[in-house]
């Protein structure tokens, strides 16, 4: 039994260790033979034939680019880059017999000639941050190609680098894992993996871009590269950490920080930042798969209303379709779209509807008549005008041979686009007519990697080529940038229909730089605990990787869940920035009514919280947008120098005044909670802690631990049912930290048109302090040329003064009833509301 055991044991080791790549035996680039220098780079001709370009694009940023036993090729693209140009910072070349050394005011690149080893410093204190731990590979002789789909798509290349003893590692976007990825090993290949679970490996999305961290000192790497890549922090090896790819080029970016925050601000840069989706984007959001016919839409919205929760939009799943013909509607569960969204816009209620890749095959028959000018209500058995279309202007995929490709997804027998071809994707963009007409407000894409039933891992599409600016590349190079693409489609086909209106795009696959078109969702999650957990750590290593705009199905897709594991999901999903209950088709129902009126209640009270927070999430969102640092964080990004919050999967931060900490596990109503140094206070009862210790808190079901900043002042808004029901009247809630003190902001704009981008915003900044029972309150003249409505801004302080007086600007003003200008004292909190006119303010206490 025993020796049994032992071979089982050994042969699963064995079939693990087999699945890593062993990337020991490739061939080594050759020492650098001569060099040569232009205005921004260094390209270094190899012995073997093999170049490295190494090029300055910032004083934090160098991108190094290596092809094998050939000279660099001249085409330079990718489908991630945001920013071309850059203003080459100052830097110097120093050479001497062994080495050169590339120099910025940030970062000292030193590259040892023989063998070629590349190492990153820190230009200050000549502290290493990076290093190569073998030169950079390739798989010369072929020896990897069991692994590859393609052998015609290029060669697997490597880059390895020393595994810090102490080194932590961070990013990779949406990955089944916790937050803390050392020791693991990650496959991108954007695959279809519904009810998923934690160390599924790969799932939908590639983000090739990773941080390491040790003793609270980061770098990123970003390896732009599409191909199946390989990702591998010391799963297998103690010394080292390396990351490769099944063809392309060895093309990585190197950032230094030290700073995460700094790191994914320039990565921002680089790959894109999140434009700002419409604010009601951050409302509650509901959808199921079955929700049909069109009554059954309006009966979950009126429902939502009759029991005073909150909405803001409905998502229609395939069942809208006619046949599951994308851009059609269904005549019989659908016929007039037109009134169905106008009546759900009298509620506040905006629809989504679902959009696949997949467009049905369906030949034109014989008979078929001339489409009308609304050929989406038309019907759709003799001809389909988005397959007649495509088809005339041959922009559907083909294979090697020449013949169309022909998956199978849900219409059947289907084709898809190839969206590297620029016409085809402004004809997808334009073809959206057919939801923005009938008032559709959003695109929700799905089956994106893309799924064919046919093999969920993408068998049957290896030999289909993209045009890929007349490359016509293979599969094995195009699959991970299929879904960025079509995300980019149609995000400029929404733009482009509605100029004035923010595109929301929502997306299942991608690839680095998706955030500058589409939001995402986790996928098919189960209604599980072991799911449930999963949200966070992939929540916050997804801020991580540059996508702040996430989300996943509130209480889980698939399989059944209860009511506590639904207030439960609630209790995390309530500040997520995409926060949607979805629920497979035929499952148990999950709405937040569904398991009775004691968890409804509970729900209901998050979800009014989370439009009370909504000024305090717009905010942190603005700041996403432009910095590129998420609002759903991990505690490290917020506190890197502490290395208790390397590994908190179980805790978040919303930006970087609320710490959240729910419950994971069924059945508990206590739990620990980490505290980072400085003080807060319990959000519910106001109890002051001094953080840098585990505390133990209460967890009733009613109950999420949440804590706020002693230092931060948190704006509020009204309790609302959907955005827009009542106007901003910002209350800001003052909690100090030990020196007194508090600032904040508030960021506004009108919600829905991008003409934030031209100034039309409004930040109020806000600065208290108490000294010496001095109190003082500075609101600052606001930035930006958006103008609310008349209204009064209200600060709330919790303190035992009682104050004689309070001067506004050198005026005493009045006591104040309940809702009036002025100011008041009671159970503790001291309330003052003076007029918001646009001016600078000081209000002393007395
Ligand atoms: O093959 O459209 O992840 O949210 O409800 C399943 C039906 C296709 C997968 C999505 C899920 C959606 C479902 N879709």
Same mark, same amino acid.
């Given at each position: 039994m025993r020796t049994l055991l032992t071979l089982v044991f050994c042969l699963t080791f064995l079939a693990i260790c087999a699945r890593a790549q062993d990337i020991t035996g490739l061939e080594k680039i050759g020492p650098v033979a001569s060099f040569t220098r232009s205005a921004n780079a260094v390209t270094l001709s190899c012995a073997d034939g093999s170049q490295v370009q190494l090029t300055v694009l910032a004083p934090d940023l160098i991108r190094v680019r290596a092809s094998f036993a050939k000279p660099i090729p001249a085409r330079d693209h990718s489908w991630a880059i945001a920013k071309e140009s850059w203003n080459t910072p100052q830097w110097t070349l120093n050479q001497s017999v062994d080495s050169l050394t590339l120099t910025t005011e940030e970062i000292e690149t030193v590259i040892q000639r023989s063998p070629l080893l590349i190492s990153f410093r820190d230009a200050r204190t000549h502290e290493l941050i990076n290093a190569d731990e073998r030169p950079m590979m390739y798989d010369a002789k072929g020896t990897l190609t069991g692994i590859m789909f393609d052998p015609k798509a290029g060669m697997f290349v490597a880059a390895a680098k020393k595994l810090g003893f102490d080194e932590h590692f961070f990013g990779l976007g949406e990955k089944a894992a916790r937050l803390d990825k050392r020791r693991g090993s990650f496959v991108n290949w954007n695959s279809d993996t519904p009810g998923y679970s934690e160390g599924k490996d790969p799932i939908y999305q590639t983000i090739p871009f990773y941080l390491g961290l040790t003793h609270g000192s980061a770098y990123g790497i970003f390896f732009d590269n599409s191909y199946r890549s390989y990702f591998n922090f010391g799963a297998n090896s103690q010394e080292r950490a390396w990351f490769g790819a099944e063809g392309g080029e060895l093309n990585y970016y190197f950032f230094y920080g030290p700073a995460i925050k700094k790191i994914l601000s320039r990565y921002a840069d680089l790959t894109g930042h999140m434009p700002l989706p419409p604010l009601w984007a951050l409302g509650n959001q509901q959808s199921r798969w079955g929700y049909y016919p069109d009554a059954m839409v309006e009966r979950v919205a009126s429902e939502y209303r009759k029991r005073d929760l909150p909405l803001d939009v409905i998502h229609l799943d395939i069942d809208y379709m006619n046949g599951y013909r994308v851009f059609t509607w269904n005549p019989q569960r659908f016929p007039k779209p037109k009134e169905l969204t106008q009546q759900l816009a009298k509620q506040g209620v905006k629809v989504i509807t679902i959009v696949d890749p997949g467009v049905k095959y369906q030949p034109r028959s014989s008979d078929a008549r001339e489409q009308t000018s609304q050929p989406e209500l038309g019907p759709q058995d003799k001809s389909y005008y988005v397959f007649d279309q495509g088809l005339a202007r041959n922009y559907f995929q083909h294979r090697r041979s020449g013949e169309l490709f022909i998956p199978k997804v849900w219409p059947g027998e289907s084709v898809f686009v190839d969206y590297t071809l620029p016409e085809a994707r402004r004809w997808w963009g334009d073809l959206h007519r057919a939801y923005l007409d009938n *008032?559709?407000?959003? %695109?929700? !894409?799905?089956?994106? #990697? &893309?799924?064919? /039933?046919?093999?969920? %891992?993408? =068998? !049957?599409?290896?030999?289909? %080529?993209?045009?890929? #600016? *007349?490359?016509?590349?293979?599969?094995? =190079? !195009?699959?991970?940038? /299929?879904?960025?693409?079509?995300?980019?489609?149609?995000?400029?086909?929404?733009? =482009?229909?509605?100029?004035? +209106? +923010? &595109?929301?795009? %929502?997306? +299942?696959?991608?690839?680095?730089g998706i955030q500058r078109y589409s939001t995402m969702w986790t996928g098919d999650t189960n209604s599980t605990w072991d799911s449930l957990a999963l949200n966070i750590p992939m929540f916050t290593t997804l801020g991580l990787s540059g996508e702040p705009f996430v989300g996943s199905d509130v209480g889980g897709f698939m399989g059944r869940g209860n009511g506590e594991l639904l207030v439960r999901s609630y209790q995390v999903s309530f500040l997520a920035p995409f926060c949607r209950n979805h629920k497979v088709i035929d499952s148990y129902d999950q709405e937040p009514w569904r398991f009775g009126k004691y968890y409804e209640d509970i729900i209901r009270k998050y979800l009014k919280l989370r439009y009370r927070l909504l000024p305090f999430l717009y905010t942190t969102l603005e700041e996403a947008h432009r910095t590129g640092v998420p609002l759903f964080r991990p505690l490290l990004l917020n506190y890197q120098e502490d290395e208790n919050t390397y590994n908190l999967d179980d805790e978040f931060m919303i930006g970087k005044d609320l710490l959240v900490a729910p419950i994971l596990k069924p059945d508990i109503t206590r739990r620990l909670v980490y505290l980072p140094q400085g003080v807060w206070y319990d959000y519910w009862t106001n109890k002051k802690y001094q953080g840098g210790k585990v505390i133990s808190v209460d967890a009733p079901l009613e109950t999420v631990p949440m804590f706020v900043r002693g230092g931060s002042i948190l704006p509020l808004g009204p309790e609302m049912n959907y955005v827009g029901e009542k106007a901003l009247e910002p209350s800001f809630v003052v909690y100090p930290d030990d020196g007194g003190e508090a600032t904040s902001s508030l960021y506004e704009d009108d919600g829905l048109s991008p003409a934030y981008g031209e100034g039309v915003y409004r930040r109020t900044s806000v600065r208290f302090s108490d000294k010496q029972k001095q109190i003082q309150i500075s609101l600052n003249a606001p930035e930006g040329t958006f103008k609310p409505e008349a209204r009064s801004i209200t600060f709330l302080i919790s303190t035992d003064l009682s104050p004689r007086s309070v001067v506004l600007d050198g005026h005493s003003i009045q006591h104040a009833g309940p809702g009036d200008k002025g100011w008041s004292k009671e159970a503790g909190t001291l309330m003052i509301r003076v007029a918001d006119d646009g001016q600078a303010h000081k209000i002393e206490i007395q």
């Open positions: *008032g559709v407000a959003g %695109i929700w !894409n799905d089956m994106n #990697e &893309p799924s064919d /039933f046919v093999d969920q %891992i993408g =068998k !049957n599409q290896l030999d289909v %080529i993209s045009y890929d #600016e *007349g490359e016509k590349s293979s599969h094995a =190079k !195009n699959r991970n940038v /299929f879904a960025l693409l079509m995300a980019r489609a149609t995000y400029e086909g929404l733009q =482009k229909l509605r100029p004035d +209106r +923010r &595109p929301y795009v %929502i997306t +299942r696959a991608a690839y680095a």
